[in-house]
């Protein structure tokens, strides 16, 4: 399994220790900021906070695990988001999860064995005017529908696909 | 761009030199920039909210100052970013000052076109764009003025009175627009005297529980500790609703400014006080906004240590949630903010007495924050004539779901159901039939079409069965399944049950699992008895609000929709095609034309045909996708599907 290196990890628990105080209260802010800049809590990363906290290394789990928001396994490079709130169930948002299911052969929650998708669902992302709602990579998109969905689904493969070739590309010329 | 530039430079020149030292510097100032402000007359006012954001405002935003400056209209013309204006449904969405033209979906297809016809005409000549304008979808009449537009024309305007009008990030423009007066006035006020505004005021906390404020507030001014914490509970949880992600990213300084002010009543002579602002992680524009709102109160000396040259410091933290419905309740936020796991206590003790550390803390919801100041400045007797005799003041909705014009709403308590959504919400989809109004989120109830005028009030609500909770109000239309409903918010709830108590943790999960076996044909005769027993043991026995409220979404759909229960149950049929297992698809031979293009995309080979002839669904192996739905081409429209389940037992 792809992981992430310690190098990365110790990184990232050094600028917890300097930004957040060594109290309990700050064990949410500290999961945060280093699943911010790591993308998922590996479990070296954990230790490393419960070492600086002084908290057990269960307790840390315990309340990490209790959290939506907190990813123990490597996430895709690319995190398509359904929104499931109420305006965007009423619109149809489980037809495109469930198309986008069928189509990237996971289940919500899952990544591809490639590392380079993610499908997540979201309890409500409070754009529910604009409903049914998707997030690709941070940017939001309003009034989807399945087929929309699996379009932008198409247009990232498209873009890792052509990014693959040119890199591929630059590699041969290096080559030669 | 003068404004904008003054303001600019003073708070890049001199942080320290703006910081006000009293209260006279602070109406100084007020007045200066309210005259600065008057001065410029153009302003072509873009939506930053999050919903414009979607549709490539801030793209828009650049486009539009590129534009302004080739043309040398830089100095004239005065753009600004503003926060949500609620009708995130027609964004971006762009106004044009002093008379206030709506311009709706602007730069959705063709951006340059747009901008260029919006200089050309409006700016320069004065005149509409026409195709920008808003077109009521009832009469098909052009209204180009904001406040003329049915959506805003029923609308009061009080917690969400600057949003739209001013840049959240600007601390200069909300001191414009009368910004931190009701601060001002409060400093001259003793902490009771503001607390007995607020009881005056009947404003009751908007979070969903409807505690009177001020009683809340004296509750914790009276309790005894060395410390008190004012907490702003912004973890709005509740789907389909988005009045907190709004006001925060609109005006954060509303908010900021009334949690002073709480404050200052509740701490201000007794100990000292710290601030807590708890938001979810899923918001980044609103946390963006409250910690550069925080920044700038800071700076101008609002906040933070003796503030305005007074004796009274405060200071607020803000803090991120991580995605747990269960930490919206008061108790279990309070955990999470101490670094534990989100899980709700016994109360009493209550948070007025123990809350946040074992110290005293009073928690409101964003929107009750909000409305303090304004309450502060004009009176508890002015906020109390508005409303209803038991709910006072007014109430933000979030209008979604099969509704004409969704967005957030806010209006006197006690207005009809009906006015809301045929008024201000231009009536259902697609003119379908109206079903049912869902209010209240998960722990809330539908409210079916035989209750139209319904006022729209606490007690009203209560009255039928749902609640008012933090205001969400999904619209239902005909093809809306209420079982499945039901089974969504069971889900929901279900998920987000924290774990600690039994009756929520297996009641909410049985209930879920009957609800499944109903909507999968699997049910059996009792089943929605069943439900309602389990209902009954979760409401009376759950530690939390969550729990307590869990079955009502199932609850009240049994009480007003109990013949689409049996029609699930009995005769396996779902009238609204929503449940997958409770429908069936077949080729109407009459229509086909036997293009064969479903029998060969069918992924289970469940259709079957000869050339020629109009193919034929097996039933005993069709599971439902509709993609033969799919493919059927428009003109033919041979494939349909029908409620029940019947023709896959034949089959």
């Known amino acids: 399994m792809k992981g992430t290196s310690p190098a990365k990890i110790q990184k990232a628990l050094t600028a917890v220790a300097q930004t957040l105080p060594a109290k309990r209260e700050s064990l949410i802010p500290a999961l945060q900021a280093v699943q911010e800049k790591l993308r998922w809590l590996p479990r070296p990363a954990m230790l490393g906070i419960s070492k600086y906290l002084k908290i057990p290394e269960s307790e840390v789990w315990g309340t990490a695990s209790f959290y939506a928001q907190f990813r123990f396994s490597p996430v895709g490079k690319n995190i398509l988001t359904v929104c499931r709130g109420t305006a965007c169930h009423v619109r149809g948002s489980a037809g495109i999860l469930s198309e986008l299911e069928k189509e990237m052969g996971i289940q919500a929650g899952e990544t591809t064995p490639d590392l380079k998708f993610s499908l997540e669902k979201i309890a409500c992302l409070g754009s529910c005017a604009l409903a049914p709602v998707m997030v690709v990579n941070a940017a939001i998109y309003g009034a989807m529908n399945p087929a929309k969905g699996k379009g932008l689904l198409d247009q990232l493969r498209r873009k890792s696909k052509s990014k693959k070739r040119a890199a591929s590309k630059s590699k041969t010329r290096r080559a030669k | ?651």
């Open chain 2, 1 to 651: 761009m003068k404004e904008k530039n003054n303001a600019g430079s003073r708070e890049m020149s001199g942080i320290a030199a703006a910081k006000l030292e009293t209260k006279q510097d602070l109406l100084a100032l007020a007045r200066e920039l309210q005259a600065e402000g008057k001065k410029n007359k153009r302003r072509v006012v873009i939506c930053g909210g999050t919903g414009c954001r979607a549709n490539k405002s801030l793209e828009l935003f650049q486009l539009f100052q590129k534009a302004l400056k080739k043309r040398w209209l830089g100095p004239e013309i005065e753009l600004k970013m503003s926060g949500c204006h609620g009708f995130c449904q027609r964004g971006p969405v762009v106004v044009v000052e002093p008379e206030e033209i709506f311009y709706q979906e602007v730069g959705r297809e063709t951006p340059d076109q747009d901008i260029e016809d919006i200089i050309n005409k409006t700016l320069l000549k004065g005149n509409y764009v026409e195709r920008l304008l808003y077109r009521d979808p009832r009469t098909d009449e052009i209204i180009p003025i904001y406040h003329n537009i049915p959506f805003y024309a029923r609308q009061q305007r009080i917690a969400l009175r600057l949003n739209g009008k001013i840049d959240p990030f600007s601390i200069t423009d909300y001191l414009a627009s009368g910004g931190y007066q009701g601060l001002a006035k409060a400093l001259e006020m003793n902490p009771e005297e503001i607390i007995n505004v607020m009881s005056k005021s009947g404003l009751r906390g908007r979070g969903g529980g409807g505690f009177p404020t001020g009683q809340k507030w004296s509750f914790c001014r009276n309790a005894k500790g060395d410390m008190h914490y004012i907490i702003c509970n912004a973890d709005e949880g509740d789907p389909g609703a988005f009045m907190d992600r709004s006001i925060m990213e609109g005006n954060p300084h509303g908010v900021l400014e009334g949690m002073i002010i709480g404050a200052m009543a509740i701490a201000r002579g007794k100990s000292p006080a710290g601030g807590y602002i708890y938001v979810r992680a899923e918001y980044p524009l609103a946390v963006q906004s409250i910690r550069k709102a925080i920044e700038d109160a800071r700076n101008y000396g609002l906040l933070g240590e003796n503030i305005l040259g007074t004796e009274f410091s405060f200071e607020v933290k803000v803090k991120e949630g991580a995605g747990a419905f269960v930490c919206g309740e008061e108790t279990a936020l309070m955990k999470s903010l101490e670094g534990r796991r989100g899980m709700p206590r016994q109360r009493p003790p209550f948070p007025a007495n123990q809350g946040l550390w074992e110290k005293p803390s009073n928690i409101n919801n964003v929107e009750t924050w909000v409305n303090v100041p304004e309450i502060i400045l004009k009176g508890g007797e002015w906020y109390s004539a508005i409303g209803t005799e038991k709910s006072k003041g007014t109430k933000v909705f979030s209008l979604v779901g099969k509704v004409k014009n969704s967005g957030l709403v806010e209006v006197p308590m006690g207005i009809k159901l009906r006015d809301i959504i045929f008024e201000i919400g231009g009536g259902i989809l697609g003119d379908k039939e109206f079903k049912a109004a869902q209010t209240g989120g998960p722990s809330g109830g539908c409210i079916p079409a035989e209750y139209l005028d319904l006022p729209m009030d606490y007690e009203h609500l209560a009255e039928v069965g749902s609640i008012m909770g933090s205001g969400g109000l999904v619209i239902l239309d005909e093809d809306t399944c209420m079982v499945d409903l039901a089974r969504y918010f069971l889900t929901f709830t279900q998920n987000e049950s924290c774990g600690k108590c039994t009756p929520c943790r297996l009641g909410t999960r049985q209930m879920l699992t009957v609800l499944e076996d109903i909507c999968q044909g699997k049910s059996q005769t009792g089943d929605i008895e069943l439900l309602g027993e389990i209902g009954d043991t979760i409401k009376k026995a759950s530690l939390c609000g969550l729990g307590q409220t869990a079955p009502n979404p199932a609850l009240t759909t049994i009480h007003y929709f109990k013949k689409e229960y049996e029609e699930h149950v009995h005769q396996k049929k779902c009238s609204a095609l929503v449940c997958k297992e409770l429908v069936s698809y077949n080729i109407q031979s009459v229509r086909c034309v036997a293009c064969h293009r479903c029998l060969w995309v069918c992924p289970n080979k469940a259709i079957l045909g000869i050339s020629l002839k109009a193919p034929e669904i097996d039933q005993a192996r069709c599971d439902r996708c509709g993609t033969c739905l799919e493919i059927c081409p428009a003109r033919n429209k041979a494939v349909e599907k029908i409620p029940g389940a019947e023709l896959k037992a034949a089959g």
